[in-house]
């Protein structure tokens, strides 16, 4: 009898479902509505709805499903408690204990959405093998997952690998989102990059073709860096310097087997790795210097690998 | 029938060894000089002949003992691979096999000296009953140890909780031990006390009790810091931002529990926590800014009891 899990990745706006067989095969995935009413009470029982009537349509029953696993955009502790997720309307609970009700399963697993993401590419992602990895990812902001021995390290108050908000400057005179000044975030995110290109055109006499555009994103950065334009290279040298100290700390805490850089920014490549790469050998402790920098490959889908990749009991390899 | 374990501490001049019951009361301890000849080939042997001999004298038979931990003054991996110890003359090998061997016993495990502290902390120290810790150990050096669910981490290249050459000050001038400019050791070991104190001293014009010693030690700045002299003050203020942005990374990547601060330096007691509270909590996410900062409390003997916590197989509570 062939075993089947589910991974789920609850965002703002849409929840992930993936349907997976035990061995990481993705075979069906599709989106349901993050319905936020009455503090986000219907949005597990939104999703396994949805599962049961995907289960009818699979011909699939209960008893061959392993588990559900589950991301969270918000801290999440060892033992299952959501400490409160603001864009959900969700408050502090135990999700594994509502879970277990609401998918009438015992075998359920809930974390944070980027420390799942980094599990789901330590399971059949980019980092698939890898002993312990430390996934850093450039998006909209900078999350990240910290994974040894295929767990994730989650944290006390559910806040570890909150890579983003490590201090980088403490020059820094605007605030973050979180209300520190000088995190990572303000210079490796998509948001963090357009600004710095917009500070760095303003100081700066320079030409650049940058300036030529009426919009500026992060992409037209890295672009215009890989085609040499000098302040575009500037803005990359900058988030490589910041970066790379970053994942010097990091090689000097955790000492992972590899990095694994995702996130939208990552698309950029090599010029990334490149930046950081040498800014890492000089900051991070010798014995740890040849750690690989690798690029995430499941893009958006690696929240749901993460998810059902929890509920797999057994070792990845 | 009572069981036993036995808590190796390997040093550069003696090995410390502890008797212990299973539950972690020390029954016995004493030291074995640490033979280096040909390469350190009579460490293991040494001390095993001393643990037999021991044994004897306690009526004690090889089926009653549990395991045998031991900790290394160089990096270790998680499988047991020694990857060079300078001091004891040790090249790269397997330690665990080797132990196994030398004390016809399956159940042996050995790590990071300093990591192994760590854990000694945890199982019945200052850390007792902690789900996650980083110790932080602000001797001679800075070394540390994280650890989880009541394992070390021990990192890829046995290099993980290298705290004391986490990159705090870009702006340095004088060498690290190991090559960098700026790692924390430099500023929050005892000789790095010693060493900013006397900095701070020759910059500066004003009055300080430090000027009429012959000889400053890390205590006496400390001493003469709670008794209120302005210099003084200045030395472990500077101590405390330091390494209270480190703590800001760990608290940000690693999320633990608590904090524990040991080694030689951490006796100076409240007025080292108070120096580092108010920085780490600025420095940290703000989920984490609550973590408890807590003292060692085995002292010397931390080693001993980690390295026999190693050998316990199930958890510590």
Request: proline residues 1%; contains cysteine.
């Amino acid at each position: 009898m062939d075993k089947y899990l589910f991974g789920i990745d609850i965002g703002g706006t849409t929840v992930k479902v993936g349907f997976f067989k035990e061995e990481g095969l993705l075979l069906d995935k599709w989106e349901v509505p993050t319905r936020k009413d009455n503090n986000g009470e219907f949005i597990l029982t939104d999703v396994a709805e949805s599962i049961n009537n995907k289960m009818v349509e699979k011909g699939v029953t209960k008893g061959q499903i392993i588990g559900y696993g589950c991301g969270v955009p918000g801290p999440v502790t060892d033992d299952g408690r959501v400490l409160g997720c603001v864009n959900l309307g969700w408050g502090e609970f135990n999700i594994e204990e509502r879970m277990s009700e609401v998918f009438e399963c015992a075998n359920v697993k809930a974390a944070n959405d980027a420390n799942v993401a980094a599990l789901g590419e330590n399971w059949v992602g980019g980092g698939k093998g890898l002993s312990s990895m430390v996934m850093i990812t450039l998006g909209t902001g900078v999350g990240g997952g910290v994974v040894i021995n295929n767990k994730i390290v989650a944290g006390f108050n559910g806040a570890a690998a909150e890579i983003g908000h490590i201090q980088v400057n403490d020059e820094e005179t605007d605030s973050c989102n979180c209300g520190k000044k000088g995190c990572l975030e303000q210079y490796a995110s998509a948001t963090g990059v357009v600004k710095e290109a917009k500070r760095i055109l303003e100081k700066s006499e320079e030409a650049s073709s940058l300036r030529e555009l009426d919009e500026i994103t992060a992409k037209d950065v890295f672009d215009y860096a890989k085609s040499g334009d000098k302040l575009a290279l500037e803005v990359v040298a900058k988030l490589g310097t910041y970066l790379g100290k970053v994942m010097g700390y990091l090689g000097c805490i955790v000492d992972p087997e590899a990095f694994l850089i995702g996130g939208g920014v990552s698309k950029a490549g090599s010029i990334l790795v490149d930046a950081v790469s040498d800014v890492y050998k000089k900051e991070v402790f010798r014995a740890s210097k040849d750690t690989k920098i690798l690029l995430a490959s499941l893009g958006n889908d690696a929240g749901m690998y993460g998810a059902a990749a929890m509920v797999v009991k057994n070792d990845f390899e």
